[in-house]
């Protein structure tokens, strides 16, 4: 058995040759951590990479904001997520922009023009419970994007897609959490 998996190997390589691998790694070297292997359209992925960094952005300033509006008997305890999850979002933008240098692009944090990149909007709430349903639709959108985003970059660069795959994973965690808050208020 073991013969037959070991010929089965050389007969079907699946790894480049040592000798290759090491020419093609000194060929476009000012391309950093972007190999031949790098099958997306990298402009695309930038565009799409700064237009979640847009979202993440918004998403950001809406939790801070609803953070010190929230008021009322149950303010403390949905206070406290709110600025729980803008912690988070805080982290999905640092990854989101460190994963753009890497791709040899320029991750986009000008304010000018941050609503209109960002898919979420940026909508206030007047009541603690119209603060939590506009933070559930921005992570049902985020939600949404994300899961294409994932679908577009299929295997082409799987890099990314694990990037957002995991941050798709936070952000249903986030709806889930803010559709119970909604639940308990009696909603």
């Known amino acids: 058995m073991a013969k037959a998996k070991a010929a089965s190997t050389t007969q079907h390589p699946f ?8 020419a093609r790694a000194r060929k476009h070297i000012e391309n950093g951590a972007v190999t031949n292997g790098y099958r997306a359209d990298r402009a695309t992925v930038v565009k799409l990479l700064n237009e979640a960094l847009a979202t993440e952005l918004v998403c950001i300033l809406r939790y801070k904001r609803h953070f010190f509006m929230a008021s009322g008997i149950n ?7 709110f ?4 912690t988070e979002e805080q982290g999905h933008a640092d990854l989101i ?10 991750p986009n944090f000008n304010p000018d023009g941050l609503a209109m990149r960002s898919h979420a909007e940026y909508v ?9 349903k506009e933070d559930l ?4 959108i ?6 294409e985003m994932i679908r577009y970059l299929g295997d082409k660069d799987v890099t990314t ?9 936070m952000e249903e965690e986030h709806a889930d959490d803010l559709s119970s808050l909604l639940e308990d208020l009696g909603r």
Not at 142 to 147: D, L, P, R, T, V
């Open 137 to 140: 639709v921005a992570e049902r």
């Open 142 to 147: 985020a939600i949404e994007s994300y899961g």
């Open 124 to 132: 206030e709430g007047d009541s603690l419970v119209d603060m939590i």
């Open 15 to 22: 790894l480049t040759d040592i000798k290759t691998l090491r």
């Open 161 to 169: 897609r694990r990037m957002l795959e995991d941050i798709l994973a």
């Open 83 to 86: 600025l729980q999850h803008a």
């Open 97 to 106: 922009a460190a994963r753009i240098v890497q791709l040899k692009g320029e």
């Open 75 to 81: 303010a403390d305890a949905v206070a406290q997520e």
